[in-house]
């Protein structure tokens, strides 16, 4: 959920290869498996050209779905 609410505040980058790799402010996330599934599981996506290096992530509409629920919960 910490992964989905950086890419939702624009505080992530990823890479658009194969395998992508996300940034969050400035600094390699620690759980890149995560990030990987977040990517292959369609929640969240590189907004850019695919010939770039690092580009913005964004959320799917599935993505946001999930986060939903969670916008007015404190954790």
């Given at each position: ?32 498996m ?21 580009v ?20």
């Amino acid at each position: 959920m910490a992964m989905l609410r950086a890419v939702a505040q624009g505080r992530a980058v990823m890479s658009s290869s194969v395998e992508p790799d996300l940034f969050i402010d400035g600094v390699a996330c620690c759980d890149q498996m995560a990030a990987h599934a977040l990517a292959h599981g369609g929640y969240i996506r590189p907004d850019g050209e695919s010939g770039e290096r690092l580009v913005p992530a964004v959320l799917t509409e599935a993505g946001q779905a999930v986060l939903a629920p969670a916008v007015g919960h404190v954790a």
